[in-house]
């Protein structure tokens, strides 16, 4: 079934600790994208990549990176996470046509 | 201002009834409109899109769009008990930038 595969669905991080988050889209869309979305505050994009070689910051970048070495996949990776970075993380990809985005089921992690 | 705004609710509305939400948007060059449903614990799922000024209608779902108000809305007709979940507005602002703007999502609940 075509669609974004995340992983992992959950995860327990002590903080300090070295996390990747994984995306992988099946799609060939262009453009894909990291929210998180927190209670109240809605969901916030973190990063993006307009195409394969290209990233960008969104609006809460501050202690992720992402890479985009091919049209699949789009890893986030945390470099020492911090309690405040307890999310739930969504990847999504998007067509360009019409602009919709599609997202993935979502990773919930918490960092304690 | 929040560049995307919407009533966090609850919205409760009788099975069988009409619901209305709302959402107002900062950005005058704002291009495209999307509503995405999100089901407790799950993804958001593109439900309606538009993109020029008037109605757009899908089934039970009809969008409606007013640009010179900067007003987007969603109507659900004869509301069913699985229409109760989150429903989030989000809005693309520039061409050639496919990222999205999110409000925080107003709650839906459809009393049997």
């Known amino acids: 079934i075509a669609g974004i595969t995340q992983a992992p669905t959950s995860q327990i991080l002590a903080a300090g600790r070295r996390m990747t988050l994984r995306c992988t889209q099946d799609m060939r869309h262009n453009a894909m994208y990291w929210y998180r979305q927190d209670l109240g505050l809605g969901l916030r994009l973190i990063h993006y990549?307009?195409?394969?070689?290209?990233?960008g910051k969104g609006e809460v970048p501050d202690g992720y990176s992402v890479s985009r070495a091919n049209t699949d996949d789009f890893p986030l990776t945390l470099a020492s996470a911090v309690p405040s970075q307890t999310s739930v993380y969504f990847c999504a990809s998007s067509d360009g046509s019409k602009n919709i985005q599609y997202f993935g089921a979502g990773t919930r992690l918490s960092v304690l | 201002q929040k560049e995307v705004e919407q009533n966090s609710g609850p919205l409760s509305v009788p099975e069988g009834a009409i619901a209305s939400l709302n959402c107002t948007y900062s950005d005058r060059g704002s291009q495209s409109f999307f509503w995405y449903r999100q089901y407790s614990g799950k993804s958001p799922e593109l439900i309606m899109s538009i993109y020029s000024n008037g109605d757009k209608e899908d089934g039970r779902f009809t969008a409606q769009l007013n640009k010179a108000s900067q007003y987007v809305s969603l109507l659900i007709r004869d509301s069913q008990p699985s229409d109760s979940a989150t429903y989030l507005c989000?809005?693309?602002?520039?061409?050639?930038?496919?990222?999205?703007?999110f409000g925080t999502g107003t709650r839906l609940t459809i009393i049997p």
């Open positions: 990549s307009n195409t394969a070689g290209t990233t």
């Open positions: 989000a809005v693309r602002s520039n061409f050639g930038n496919e990222k999205l703007t």
